[in-house]
């Protein structure tokens, strides 16, 4: 069955610390993979996208890698603040099924 | 308007009852997505527009909930009969076209938290 896993439920970490979250999947083919912030009580909010071809993207503190014979995104944040706690959930697209999103990680910074 | 827009904000309503949630999306988005969040959980995806057509249902989880799209546009989430389960808070989101657009990124709406007591 197709299953899209984000390892962590929770992850705490250490202000200026790099946080990495994990989203693998199973028997997808996905033409891209997304990365989305969530606050509480809020939707979803899109941060990067990375295609099949790409290995890995960067925006400002954001570092997202994929790797499609591990079938495994890496999502990075470096130099942490208390203000990135929220959180993230990934999501796939391919060409036969819609965008689905994995349960997410909660990440918390602490000062 | 600038964003997804999700009414009403809040809903509660009786066991039995039928409710209606609506959502705007972004002007010009061909895509649109119901999807259905419980707390500490991912958003479950429920049902897909392509244009006014559903391209994929195969989230709904049964035949007392029904999507429309009649314009393209404005989409409208239909529950029947409601029952306690399925209380969450209802997710819509638009994009440009997700095979094709440079951008397909999705644009999400607040949410409706549905309460069904």
């Known amino acids: 069955s197709q299953k899209i896993e984000q390892n962590s439920e929770a992850l705490n970490i250490q202000e200026g610390k790099t946080a990495t979250l994990t989203c693998n999947y199973t028997?997808?083919?996905?033409?891209?993979l997304q990365w989305y912030r969530q606050d509480p009580g809020r939707g979803p909010v899109f941060l990067l996208l990375?295609?099949?071809?790409?290995k890995e993207k960067r925006k400002e503190r954001l570092k997202v890698t994929f790797d499609t014979t591990l079938k495994q995104s890496l999502f990075h944040i470096t130099a942490s603040q208390p203000a990135d706690s929220a959180t993230y959930l990934c999501a796939l697209y391919s060409g036969n099924t819609p965008l689905v999103f994995g349960k997410g990680t909660r990440l918390s910074v602490i000062a | 308007g600038a964003g997804v827009s999700q009414t009403p904000s809040n809903k509660v309503t009786e066991k039995g009852k039928y409710v209606e949630l609506r959502c705007d999306p972004i002007s010009g988005h061909t895509a649109l997505y119901w999807y259905r969040q419980s707390l500490g959980q991912g958003p479950e995806f429920l049902i897909y527009f392509q244009g006014t057509g559903a391209a994929d249902d195969s989230g709904l989880p049964n035949d007392r909930f029904f999507a429309v799209r009649p314009e393209g546009s404005v989409s409208t989430l239909k529950i029947q009969r409601t029952e306690r389960g399925d209380s969450a808070v209802y997710l819509c989101?638009?994009?440009?076209?997700?095979?094709?657009?440079?951008?397909?990124?999705?644009?999400f709406g607040q949410g409706t938290r549905l309460t069904v007591v």
């Open positions: 990375i295609r099949e071809n790409e």
């Open positions: 028997n997808y083919s996905p033409a891209y």
């Open positions: 989101a638009s994009s440009r076209a997700p095979g094709q657009a440079a951008r397909p990124e999705a644009f």
